[in-house]
């Protein structure tokens, strides 16, 4: 499997971090790994277990250690540090790297990095951004909307009305995420976010009428850049020789990316509404979270009705 890379200069932009190494392109820079390190025993020497791969990070307790040594301490400290290929070297709470460390960045191509924010709050951010830029992720063919917070996948062949779907919940106030291909991220074990390419973000293809901007002609409270994946429904035609479940005692569930969702197939006919049979599934999936599950309700009844009978 060929390894997951996050572009720095991707990250610096979301973060805002200041490239205090101009003259180095960051666009060239990758990074690999979701963890971060602030390296207090590499400046003291210790480098058993260094994880060089990771974003090196100076805070408040590094930068104190390092104002009480001497000019040449500390070009030896950087030479050394700078000798392993870190991704970058991050300094927090505004320091700025001294001159003596800028040459060696130079000499080694490490770019060096500045942010205003405190230490353990930038790094929290910052681990996040990192597990969402490298976490696996794949493709779908569907449509994803926020409907009253649950983020409805819905899936189907294509023609089937996936986005006519889209349209009416988008009329009954809910938010379009992505249309015609989602791209899904395993942010960690249990959490699956989709979003829209960047080409086809915030628009719908209609058959007959074409490309239309959701954000542009319903407002930007229309639409949503990313949402959690909590159920799907699939959309598929109609067969009277297919026997449907009608109670939903089990769920099914679609397995994308080693996480299985809840998954409910859905036949289409005439005159079925599918938007408030969606917006009813998001309540339901809703309220199963909950729990309270309206099928073992059902099932809890009979059992009682068949054991009161035969007490009788």
Request: with cysteine; charged share 25%.
């Amino acid at each position: 499997m060929e390894a997951i890379e996050a572009k720095l200069s991707e990250l610096a932009d979301k973060l805002k971090l200041v490239n205090f190494t101009d003259r180095l392109q960051l666009e060239d820079n990758r990074v690999s790994v979701a963890d971060v390190n602030r390296p207090a025993l590499q400046l003291n020497g210790f480098y058993e277990h260094f994880e060089a791969n990771r974003i090196q990070m100076i805070g408040m307790v590094e930068q104190a250690y390092l104002n009480s040594k001497t000019e040449q301490e500390r070009q030896d400290i950087y030479r050394k540090l700078l000798s392993y290929d870190i991704p970058c070297l991050i300094f927090c709470r505004g320091f700025v790297p001294e001159e003596s460390l800028m040459e060696v960045a130079y000499e080694r191509q490490i770019p060096i990095l500045g942010t205003e924010r405190g230490t353990s709050e930038f790094m929290s951010e910052l681990i996040y951004e990192l597990n969402v830029l490298l976490a696996p992720s794949t493709t779908i063919h569907g449509v994803l909307v926020d409907v009253y917070g649950e983020g409805l996948l819905i899936t189907g062949e294509s023609g089937i009305g996936k986005s006519e779907a889209a349209l009416e919940l988008i009329h009954r106030g809910h938010r379009l995420v992505a249309d015609d291909v989602v791209e899904i991220r395993k942010t960690n074990a249990h959490t699956l976010m989709g979003r829209a390419p960047q080409i086809t973000k915030h628009l719908i293809e209609l058959r007959g009428i074409g490309i239309i901007d959701v954000k542009s002609l319903f407002g930007v409270e229309c639409i949503k850049e990313s949402q959690k994946i909590d159920f799907v429904v699939k959309l598929e035609d109609w067969k009277k020789e297919n026997d449907y479940d009608r109670l939903g005692l089990e769920d099914e569930h679609m397995n994308i990316l080693g996480i299985d969702v809840v998954c409910h197939s859905l036949p289409i006919r005439p005159g079925r509404n599918l938007a408030v049979i969606c917006e009813t599934a998001a309540v339901n999936h809703r309220q199963k979270k909950m729990g309270y599950n309206a099928a073992q309700e059902l099932y809890r009844r009979v059992q009682d009705n068949i054991s009161n009978g035969q007490n009788k």
